[in-house]
Nanobody
Framework: QVQLVESGGGLVQVGGSLRLSCAAS????????LGWFRQAPGKQREFVAA????????YYAPGLQGRFTISRDNAKNTVYLQMNRLTPRDTAVYYC?????????????????WGQGTQVTVSS
C-alpha cells in the first residue's frame, strides 16, 4: 500500500508561483508513473501533468506546459509540481497519484493510489 502526502499548497496572488510536493510515506514510488490532477469546486477532476517512472516522459494538459513543470526525485520518493504565473483559474484542490502500470498517465482511473489533496487558491 502506497500512501501519498501532498504539501506546498496555499494562497498566492495572481502571477505568483507555488511548488507542490508529494511524498510516499510507505513504499517506494520509483517504479510508478506519477501524476498531478486538480479539482475545482463544482467541476470534475482534471489531469494536470504526469511523469513516467524513469522521468524520461512527461505529459501536460493543454495550455499548462510552459507554466507548470513536473519532476520527480526517486531517491526521495517525491514528485513535484512547479507552478508559475498562476491565475484564478488554477484555483483547485491538487492531488497527486501513483500508477503502477505506467500507462494511461493522463487518465484518472488508471491510477492506483491517491493523496488527500492540497488546496491552491489564487487571489486577484
Amino acid at each position: 500500500q502506497v500512501q501519498l502526502v501532498e504539501s506546498g499548497g496555499g494562497l498566492v496572488q495572481v502571477g505568483g508561483s507555488l511548488r507542490l510536493s508529494c511524498a510516499a510515506s510507505d513504499g517506494t514510488l520509483s517504479t510508478y508513473g506519477l501524476g498531478w490532477f486538480r479539482q475545482a469546486p463544482g467541476k470534475q477532476r482534471e489531469f494536470v501533468a504526469a511523469v513516467s517512472w524513469s522521468a524520461e516522459n512527461t505529459y501536460y494538459a493543454p495550455g499548462l506546459q510552459g507554466r507548470f513543470t513536473i519532476s520527480r526525485d526517486n531517491a526521495k520518493n517525491t514528485v513535484y509540481l512547479q507552478m508559475n504565473r498562476l491565475t484564478p483559474r488554477d484555483t483547485a484542490v491538487y492531488y497527486c497519484a501513483a500508477n503502477s502500470r505506467n500507462n494511461g498517465l493522463t487518465i484518472p482511473f488508471t491510477y492506483d493510489y491517491w493523496g488527500q489533496g492540497t488546496q491552491v487558491t489564487v487571489s486577484s
